[in-house]
């Protein structure tokens, strides 16, 4: 498995961004457990993914319609 570098997310407006996430994780998770670059993707997907959520509290925040 190619391990391919994650975009920036300011590059990518928010819907865009999750539907990166949404597909990469579809992608990922069908590759076999053991899978040499599987582990070390889903680890750097789940970083990008707390990165996306704090930018979307962010910017709930800012509009005022934080939970």
Known sequence: MST???PDIS???TVDAIAFY???VS???AIRPG???RTERLE???EW???LHERIERERTE???GL
């Open 22 to 24: 949404t597909r990469q």
């Open 4 to 6: 391919t570098q994650l």
């Open 63 to 65: 509009r005022g319609t």
């Open 27 to 29: 992608e990922v998770f």
């Open 11 to 13: 590059t990518l407006s």
């Open 49 to 51: 993914k707390r990165a």
């Open 44 to 46: 750097a997907l789940f």
């Open 35 to 37: 899978t040499p670059g």
